[in-house]
């Protein structure tokens, strides 16, 4: 069964998140059922990039990733999109016998059962900015699909007031979850160069209204790729 991939790059490392600085091969499937304002990967997510998405075999995948890692074993990330949508069953199991081991993230619309053959579940719900509704009955969905199974940890990008209340709000249903905050970053969406002061900034804001709050139960950090790399795609 093939598998719609958008990219295959690395070895980088995971900009944000639970495994950030962690060494991982990205694998970036075709295709979303969300359509965030500030997605940043819209080349993975609008029908007029379907031209540009190649169907792989899980054995081709895998080919790419050994040819990128220099045949070590290696975390690949599986990202979109919305990676949930692809028959990733057989990849994992192949990945798996090859001695890789795979994370995967995403906004928690769909659950599939091979996320509980997963190692890392990165569960990213979209908030107000996105634009998206969020259904917490499809987030715990996914994380009934994933039990016994994967480290699971929950993601939410922060870009003002209202994202702020939407993670706490969802850290509340969910507060036995290990909680991260990523710091959002708007120059994507104004055709801009990501501009390191101004992510620094929205970082000390975000660290002092948890702080004021007195909610320490997050790990708030920025998006280290965006700091060593912007906004270029494929590092
Ligand atoms: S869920 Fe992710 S990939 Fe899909 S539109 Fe939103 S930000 Fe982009």
């Not at 190649?54 to 074993?73: D, Q």
């Not at 928690?108 to 107000?128: M, V």
């Not at 969910?174 to 991260?180: A, G, K, Q, R, S």
Request: proline share 7%.
């Amino acid at each position: 069964m093939s598998i719609l991939i958008s990219e295959i790059f690395g070895p980088t490392i995971q900009g944000e998140g639970s495994l950030i600085g962690r060494a991982t091969v990205f694998v970036r499937t075709g295709g979303c059922d969300f359509r965030c304002d500030f997605c940043d990967t819209l080349y993975a997510v609008l029908p007029q990039h379907k031209g540009d998405w190649t169907p792989r075999s899980p054995a081709e995948i895998v080919g790419e990733v050994e040819k990128l890692s220099g045949g070590h074993p290696i975390l690949i990330t599986l990202s979109g999109g919305n990676p949930a949508l692809q028959p990733l069953q057989p990849l994992l199991d192949l990945g798996h016998s090859r001695g890789h081991n795979f994370a995967l993230e995403t906004q928690a619309s769909r659950a599939q059962n091979w996320f509980s053959q997963l190692d890392f579940l990165i569960l990213s719900p979209k908030p107000p900015s996105s634009r998206m509704e969020f259904r917490a009955e499809k987030l715990r969905e996914c994380l009934d699909a994933a039990q016994n199974g994967p480290q699971i940890s929950l993601k939410v990008v922060v870009f003002d007031e209202a994202d702020y209340a939407f993670a706490r709000r969802v850290h509340a249903l969910h507060p036995e979850i290990p909680f991260y905050l990523s710091v959002g970053n708007p120059s994507p969406q104004n055709g801009a160069e990501a501009d390191a002061n101004d992510l620094a900034r929205r970082l000390e804001w975000l660290l002092d209204r948890a702080a004021r709050d007195g909610w320490f139960g997050a790990t708030i950090l920025p998006q280290l790729h965006v700091l060593l790399w912007g906004n270029k795609r494929g590092v």
